[in-house]
Each structure stands twice: as structure tokens, then as C-alpha cells.
């Protein structure tokens, strides 16, 4: 089963918010959420770590599963350096607005349809905005295409505007 490492105390205050919306619509993919310690103690050697949105170990959200030496993937869209975490496969594009662009993208490669419901399709389109600063910055047509795509899949444009009004 898929689970995604989520410790609270470090979430910043969107991102909290963002979570509790979530358990307020008692959203099915609150089951998938894990601690880094639960984690920890699930881990074996099948385990599979995918890391998004950096290649930095210095700021993964849970360090510790690093020291695990899992098989890992990192999907990420900034430049990578000479500290960057190796993934057995790493889909790393620089040229991407945002990982989730990438991730929409490589949803494109499943035998299956990949079901997005209209509050996740407004997660991801929050990243897509806080990534391009409004669609102001590093865009080109696939950013609009992910938009447009998350847009048929329901995310609410006014309710992450609600979201990222501060800072």
C-alpha cells in the first residue's frame, strides 16, 4: 500500500490548513498518511521512496528515511548539484514550471487512468501557482495544459486563491 510521510509540527501554516481541509472532508487520502516514524518502523527492504519536489537531502521532510538506503525515485523540477539524492530513476526537469507538472505528466505513462478528485486536482493546482508565482514565472504551454487539465478535474481557482492569501 502507497503512503505519504506527513508529520504535522512540520507543516508550515498553508500547508496545515490545507491538511486539515482534508480531515474536515474526511478525504479518503488521509488513510495513505503516515508519520516519519511509522514509516520508519514499516520500512523493509521492497520499500520503495519517492522523493518530489527536491533532490536536497537537507530539506526532505523526513530526513531519517534517507539513512535507509531504500530503492528511490525523485521527480523534481529544480537543478540538482553535487548534494543531490540519486534515485535509481530520477525524472529531473529543470525546464518544468513545477513538480507537478511533472507528476501530471508521468501520470500520462500508467496503464490506468489515474482519478483525481476535485479537491486534489486544487492541491496540485495551489503547487502549480505558488511555483509559478501566478503564472507569472517559468511557463510555457505544458504549465497551461496541467492547469487546464486540473481545472476538468475540479480544482476550485477561488478556494486556492483562499488559501495562498498570506504569505
Known amino acids: 500500500s502507497p503512503y505519504m510521510i506527513v508529520d504535522l509540527d512540520k507543516l ?8 486539515n481541509l482534508l480531515k474536515q472532508n474526511n478525504h ?6 503516515i508519520t516519519t516514524t511509522e514509516a ?7 520499500s520503495l521512496l519517492v522523493i518530489v519536489d527536491t533532490q536536497n537531502p537537507y530539506i526532505v521532510h523526513s530526513k531519517e528515511m534517507l539513512s535507509l538506503n531504500l530503492k528511490t525515485i525523485v521527480v523534481d523540477h529544480h ?11 530520477s525524472h529531473i526537469d529543470p525546464a518544468a514550471s513545477s513538480t507537478v507538472e511533472l507528476l501530471m505528466e508521468l501520470s ?3 496503464s490506468r487512468e489515474i482519478q483525481v478528485d476535485p479537491l486534489e ?13 501566478l503564472f507569472t514565472y517559468r511557463t510555457n504551454g505544458r504549465t497551461f495544459e496541467v492547469a487546464s487539465k486540473l481545472k476538468d478535474y475540479g480544482a ?8 495562498l492569501r498570506n504569505d
Open 28 to 33: 479518503s487520502i488521509l488513510k495513505h498518511f
Open 79 to 89: 537543478r540538482g548539484n553535487e548534494t543531490s539524492i540519486q534515485g535509481e530513476l
Open 156 to 163: 476550485d481557482t477561488i478556494l486556492v486563491k483562499t488559501w
Open 40 to 46: 520508519l518502523n514499516k520500512a523493509n527492504k521492497d
Open 121 to 133: 486536482a486544487s492541491i496540485m493546482y495551489g503547487g502549480l501557482v505558488v511555483d509559478t508565482n
Open 12 to 19: 508550515d501554516p498553508t500547508t496545515l490548513y490545507v491538511y
Open 108 to 110: 500520462n505513462f500508467f
